[in-house]
T-cell receptor
Framework: DAGVIQSPRHEVTEMGQEVTLRCKPI?????LFWYRQTMMRGLELLIY????????DSGMPEDRFSAKMPNASFSTLKIQPSEPRDSAVYFC???????????????FGPGTRLTVL | QKEVEQNSGPLSVPEGAIASLNCTYS??????FFWYRQYSGKSPELIMF????GDKEDGRFTAQLNKASQYVSLLIRDSQPSDSATYLC??????????????FGQGTRLTINP
């Protein structure tokens, strides 16, 4: 089975441009997570979805960031306008969570390395 | 204070020795804890999780949890050069509407010296 798929793998853009990152979760998974990783701040959760519904977006840094999950197999993270401080690796992860709770492993995609000049 | 704290290292251990990685957390409501390994330039991958006080062993890896002290550790026995990576500690922060939220520490960079 394919794992979590992210595109693009690398993105270099200029300040002020719109950036769209894409994620395809593992088929059958019902939860999707967007993370950002930098040397200074480590791995931070930006937003997560359960059954395509955004549950917690408290980690989204500001209004320039938005995320959507129009269906179970696709999600986007958009930054508009982008700024140099947005440069980071953005990971998407998915998991299968049952109604009874417990924990199911979060599987991470390969990440998108974003550089904003 | 960060919710999950780790010593960022680097931690250097000779090959064959025991590597000990530590993590503390501030939310007493956290019930489950996870260790992820991340090789340079790669994505995190889960290696251990633990939710009961005490030790949990899986091959060369042992996770230890002490909820009273809010302390989690990972021991790697017979360390190999291939264990050189950054190890991320994470705590499950909440159960809400069926989804799960993990809070990650900064990670500890481990180097195993041949």
């Amino acid at each position: 089975d394919a794992g979590v798929i992210q595109s693009p793998r690398h993105e270099v853009t200029e300040m002020g441009q719109e950036v769209t990152l894409r994620c395809k979760p593992i088929s059958g998974h019902n939860s999707l997570f967007w993370y950002r990783q930098t040397m200074m701040r480590g791995l931070e959760l930006l937003i997560y979805f359960n059954n395509n519904v955004p549950i917690d977006d408290s980690g989204m840094p500001e209004d320039r960031f938005s995320a959507k999950m129009p269906n179970a197999s696709f999600s986007t993270l958009k930054i508009q306008p982008s700024e140099p401080r947005d440069s980071a690796v953005y990971f998407c992860a998915s998991s299968l969570v049952g109604l009874a709770g417990g924990y199911n492993e979060q599987f991470f995609g390969p990440g998108t390395r974003l550089t904003v000049l | 204070q960060k919710e999950v704290e780790q010593n960022s290292g680097p931690l250097s251990v000779p090959e064959g020795a025991i590597a000990s990685l530590n993590c503390t957390y501030s939310d007493r409501g956290s019930q489950s804890f996870f260790w992820y390994r991340q090789y340079s330039g790669k994505s995190p991958e889960l290696i251990m999780f633990i939710y009961s006080n005490g030790d949990k062993e899986d091959g060369r890896f042992t996770a230890q949890l002490n909820k009273a002290s809010q302390y989690v550790s990972l021991l790697i026995r017979d360390s190999q050069p291939s264990d050189s990576a950054t190890y991320l500690c994470a705590a499950k922060a909440q159960w809400f509407q069926g989804a799960q939220k993990l809070v990650f520490g900064q990670g500890t960079r481990l180097t195993i010296n041949p």
